[in-house]
């Protein structure tokens, strides 16, 4: 008998690991079908219903992508199993690449502690851009970490970079920050390998472009505004020791005039301040609604912030970061559950119904979805790859790798970015964190002579 061909035995390795995790994604969409669906996936959709006359504030692809799929068909599932189809495209390769270089400790840990954990499976197949975008930016980093070791782009890596790179960069708002690897890479390839990364990245950056020009919002959010506001209320919190009021202000007379422009009082600016969420200073019906104030009050706000707030309750401030950063990480915040598509298809034109079909896996997987939930503080904590940033960092004061730094300096910079500006107590915007060891595994402790 002849041996099977290497490539042979490559494609069937990575077909077999394909179809292991396609069946598993298709189990559990079957059994939350269409997807699953919470307050964010109901104002998208509501904005493609409505042809954006009620807008979600969401990035400009984000609106596109779920046009493109769900405005087209009318079924919600639609844009799901596309998400959920690149998702288990990425984590085969680097699955299959894993266990190509002998690293099967990596490998074991990948596919059931990521590619199949609650978390990812669960996010994968929801309305929301965060579990897409968390898999999508670690497959574009580990195709640009093999690609920077190698000097070139080959094929394998352009359709990855070709399928990854709109979500890692365009799905979410901070996914602006991942463009800085690409360029990286683009800097330090040949210049002939510079036209296939260019064929590949430039054409989703001038949809991108496009999409910011095409569809912008009325009242954007912005990232400063919505930190300092939620901080500056914060600041005013009750204190019962009173000591502020026998010493300087907590915040500067300006800034209260400009927050009660609004026509509520500091104190009932006050009754709506969450610990962990700011969507009750702006969203709540009997809220203060400080989304619509003025723009001279939001930039007095935002400059006073800075130039006396911000310094004067600085143990505030680092707590309020640590607070909701701590919160998030033990997956807390707003996680709807898999029941929640029956009360939000109503609400939309969607012809997709729930629960067409009834497989025998499905109580399963419901019972593993509620068991996985009541442990979510073990099982959906990104500790495993917030550790591996920070074993990365320490790894870089020492060797300075470039393929490394552009891989661990991304996750960094967003780990910095998440930690510092977040205003909501959200499992999701961690979510990038957990499968970060899909790229750092690899670029941290491949050891063999084998080709990347």
Known sequence: MTAIPTVNKKLLRFGA??????????????????????QDS?????????????????????????????????????????????????CTRI?????????????????????????????????YSDGIYAVALSGMLFEIWRCWCLRIVDKAAALLLLITVPFALLARPNGILNLLPLLALAWILPRTQRVRWA???LPWCLIGLYGQFTYPYKNPIGTIFPLTLYETVGFLEHRPMGLWERNEPRVTPRTTEALTSSGKSLKQISQFYDHYYWDPLIFFTQGPALLTLSKDAK??????????????????????????????????????????AQYVLPQTK???????????????????????????????AP?????????????????????????????????????????????????????APLALLPALYHTTSRDV
């Not at 266990?99 to 197949?125: D, E, G, I, N, T």
Request: charge should be positive; hydrophobic fraction near 55%.
């Open 42 to 90: 109901l104002a998208i959709l509501r904005e493609v219903d409505t042809h954006r006359e009620f807008q979600a504030n969401k990035p400009a692809f984000w609106y596109m992508y779920v046009n493109w799929l769900y405005g087209t068909t009318g079924r919600v599932e639609v844009p799901i199993g596309f998400q959920m189809l690149v998702a288990a495209l990425v």
């Open 199 to 201: 064929i590949v990245v």
């Open 299 to 340: 930039r007095v706000i935002v400059r006073e912030f800075f130039k006396y707030n911000l310094w004067h309750n600085l143990p505030a401030f680092a707590a309020s970061r640590i607070n909701i950063f701590l919160y998030s990480a033990l997956a807390n915040g707003g996680i709807p559950d898999p029941t929640v």
């Open 383 to 435: 500790w495993v790859g917030i550790a591996l940033i920070l074993i990365g960092c320490r790894r870089l004061l020492r060797e300075r790798q470039l393929s490394q730094i552009a891989i661990v300096g991304t996750y960094a910079l967003q780990l910095a970015a998440v930690f510092t500006f977040s205003i909501a107590g959200e499992y999701r915007y961690l979510l990038a964190f957990f499968t």
């Open 95 to 127: 699955l299959s690449w894993l266990w190509a270089q002998h690293m099967r400790k990596s490998f074991a840990y990948c596919l059931f502690f990521v590619a199949l954990a609650p978390s990812v499976v669960y996010y994968s197949s929801s309305l």
């Open 350 to 380: 969607s012809v997709s119904t729930t629960n067409v079909v009834e497989w025998p896996t499905t109580p399963f997987l419901r019972d593993w979805f509620e068991f996985s939930m009541r442990y979510r503080a073990l099982l959906w």
């Open 17 to 38: 690991l394909f179809l292991f995790l396609l069946v598993i994604y298709t189990a559990w969409l079957v059994a939350c079908w269409p997807g699953i669906l919470g």
